[in-house]
């Protein structure tokens, strides 16, 4: 299948997955009686949650430090914020998570690391953020008492990414026997597209740096711990602006459901997904629906607006040559121009 068959029936699938759960929430729902609770929701409730979500990303922003320290690269946390807003952004509005291919050329581009080191960074971001996202579903449904399928799909996706854990750590503690692996799959290939696999393959095992050492793997495991903290602040104090009656657990519950739908590749910012996955799960806890349409947009629009809203802001300083008019000289050929112009006057 050639790449532009490829993109087609990504976009195709995006759009259909989309469509889809976007029928099935608005089928259900009044939107005119969520906007008139949504206009009433007090304004420190807003406030509130607008500084976890800014929490949120600046410890993501540190936690990407740590992975690249891992990987031995280094990058400064408020240099990564930026870049790390622009690409959630540009994930608000690409579908098929398009915004991560915006921040791995962004850091080649400010950092000089190579792209498939990033790679590998982004994947391991992904399996620490599904590790606690589980424990966070299994927890929640312990909490609230849930024994059904909440239950059982937070024991799935624990168990699933403790084998994922395993696996990443195997690959990163043993890279040569990584490397010797693809390097026999691919060695039928062309020379050049078998080195650049080759080359390709022992960049992304070295983002999963993190994975090496279990002193480096504790501090970003705490550091993902607390990143979901912050996220689990901004649902709770929504859910008091709105006066819900549900418990610590519940929205332990309501967290873990909402990013996981969030993470659905197919959808730009969890459209559709996010809305009548975590709608659900709500009215299994127990949440009216006359309470939890409202809330469950409020949530969304905190997740994507401020975020995307960030990334229009540092959209300039992420990519800086694609914004400069001129390409500026080296410092070599500034000091040639200079003495030319000196000569001739």
């Known amino acids: 299948m050639t790449q532009r068959r490829q993109t087609i029936l990504r976009l195709v699938i995006g759009t259909a997955a989309t469509v889809a759960f976007l029928w099935l929430f608005l089928r259900t729902v009044h939107l005119g009686d969520a906007w008139d609770e949504i206009w009433s929701l007090p304004g420190w409730s807003i406030a509130a949650a607008t500084g976890f979500v800014l ?8 936690r990407w430090r740590y992975l690249f320290s891992a990987a031995r690269y280094r990058a400064r946390a408020r240099t990564l914020f930026p870049i790390l807003s622009v690409g959630a952004g540009a994930n608000n509005v690409l579908p098929a998570r398009g915004g991560d291919l915006l921040r791995i050329e962004s850091v080649r581009e400010r950092y000089k690391i190579p792209p498939f080191v990033t790679a590998g960074t982004l994947f391991a971001e992904r399996l620490l953020d599904g590790i606690v996202l589980s424990v966070w579903i299994l927890m929640g449904a312990l909490w609230v008492g849930e024994r059904g399928a909440l239950l059982y799909a937070g024991i799935a996706l624990s168990a699933g ?12 503690t043993r890279p040569e026997r990584v490397e010797e692996l693809i390097w026999r799959l691919t060695k039928r290939l062309p020379d050049r597209w078998h080195s650049r696999i080759g080359r390709w393959t ?12 279990r002193k480096t793997l504790v501090r970003v495991l705490w550091t993902s711990v607390l990143i979901w903290l912050a ?14 009656d549900m418990s610590v657990g519940g929205y332990f519950l309501l967290e873990g459901i909402g990013n996981l739908a969030l993470g659905v590749p197919a959808t730009a910012a969890g459209l559709g997904s996010f809305d009548y996955l975590t709608l659900v799960a709500s009215e299994q806890l127990g949440v009216p629906k ?8 409020t949530v969304h629009a905190m997740v994507v607006i401020p975020i995307t809203l960030l990334g229009i802001v540092f959209l300039r300083w992420a ?23 000196y000569k001739e006057a």
Request: aromatic share 14%; hydrophobic share 50%.
């Open 319 to 341: 990519f800086p040559r694609a914004f400069s008019l001129r390409r500026s000289p080296e410092p070599g050929q500034e000091a040639q121009v200079k003495e030319r112009i």
């Open 55 to 62: 929490l949120n990303w600046a410890i993501i922003a540190l």
């Open 202 to 213: 022992a960049n992304f095992v070295e983002g999963l740096g993190a994975f090496r050492a």
């Open 161 to 172: 990414c403790v084998l994922g854990i395993g696996l990443v750590a195997y690959a990163a």
């Open 231 to 244: 996220d689990f602040g901004m649902y709770y104090v929504i859910g008091l602006g709105y006066g819900l």
């Open 290 to 297: 006359s309470l939890g349409v409202p809330y469950v947009l």
